[in-house]
């Protein structure tokens, strides 16, 4: 694996890279999601992430219905020019690894080698039993994860002409012959996304380029988090510095305290309240914190896919006041 380092002027003169995450399954068209991603690139965002579900939360109409993760992300592809693309993250229950491993080496190539694969368990039983997908034990769904994290970047580092076998618990290649091969080399950076502190720790540590938390409490959690993830690299003999450590936080921004209002009543009741509220600079005060861990990069989870004005005033505002702190 050839690791996605810190960036290079990490330490006193803190670079916090900033994402932009959305949910879709809220309810959400492609047309509204290349909107928002398209003013996340033009106002800074390094990355726009989706997150990768086909059933909303109890509360929500999911109007007009879901959108395919990798089908809209390979439509962004196309439809923007720099700002990085991926989901955060993707069950392991939605695909199969090899499928997985073509669709997304396809989607790399289509944006110029912009993706990123996020990856995890799976968690929500009841899209699972809505659209007829087998949901495993957690045993079972984390050793699949494992799997496919050693198939796909197995797959995409086999070198051309050769070919890639796997004997799994649960999946088995014979003579795969590893094609396409993504754009990025060795491949696009994985990221893993979880919130235990046994399992995804140690599967980051081994498989991964970056490691994303988004906890329920995530000032709280993010230190027990990554002090596992640190002690996991350690085990290992992989210098944790190696491993890109993000967050997910919901924010509402506001310059004034009628527009946080104006904002925080139309966000649907039931996402409750965001992680972090205020100005651009009180947000950006509470991101920076999060370094103390070791964290470079954070995505913002934005509730309102329509309020479009919100992405450009947290680029136009606070992602100034985090490149260089």
């Known amino acids: 694996m050839t690791p996605d380092p810190r960036p290079a002027d990490y330490g006193d003169g803190v670079t916090l890279e900033v994402g932009l ?16 991603a398209r003013a996340a690139e ?18 929500f109409s999911g109007l007009p219905g879901p959108t395919d993760a990798w089908i809209t992300l390979a439509g962004l592809a196309r439809d923007t020019s720099v700002i990085r693309l991926g989901t955060m993250v993707s069950p392991v229950t939605f695909r199969l690894p090899g499928p997985l491993a073509i669709g997304v080496a396809q989607v790399d190539a289509m944006s110029n080698g912009r993706v990123m694969l996020g990856l995890g368990a799976g968690w929500m039983e ?20 494992e799997e496919q994290l050693i198939i796909v970047r197995g797959l995409w ?11 799994g ?16 080399f060795p491949h696009p950076p994985i990221v893993i996304g979880g919130q235990g502190l046994s399992k995804t720790p140690r599967l980051a540590a081994r498989y991964a380029d970056e490691v994303n938390v988004s906890p329920p409490d995530p000032m709280r959690c993010a230190k027990e988090f990554f002090r596992r993830v640190d002690a996991e690299c350690h085990d290992i003999g992989r210098d944790p510095v190696t491993l890109r450590r993000s967050v997910t936080i919901t924010a509402l921004c506001g310059s004034a305290t009628a527009d946080l209002r104006r904002r925080r009543a139309a966000i649907p009741g039931p996402i409750g309240e965001p992680d972090i509220a205020g100005t651009p600079q009180q947000i950006a005060d509470e991101l920076l914190r999060f370094t103390e861990f070791g ?9 309102d896919l329509h309020d479009v004005e919100h992405v450009e005033l947290l680029g136009r505002e606070l992602l100034p006041l985090l490149r260089r702190s």
């Not at 995450?21 to 509204?32: E, H, I, K, R």
Request: include cysteine; charge should be positive.
């Open 126 to 145: 009841s899209e699972h039993r809505a659209y007829g997908i087998p949901f495993r034990n957690p045993t079972e769904r984390f050793e699949r994860l």
């Open 295 to 303: 964290v470079n990069r954070a995505y913002l989870r934005v509730a």
């Open 21 to 36: 995450f959305v949910a879709p399954q809220l309810g959400a068209s492609y047309d509204d999601q290349l909107a928002v």
């Open 42 to 59: 033009a106002n800074g965002f390094f990355a726009f992430v989706r997150s990768d579900h086909y059933l909303p939360p109890p509360g």
């Open 157 to 167: 580092t086999t070198p051309n002409l050769q070919t890639f076998d796997f004997d």
């Open 169 to 184: 618990r649960w999946y088995k290649l014979e003579a795969c012959p590893a094609l396409p091969k993504p754009s990025q």
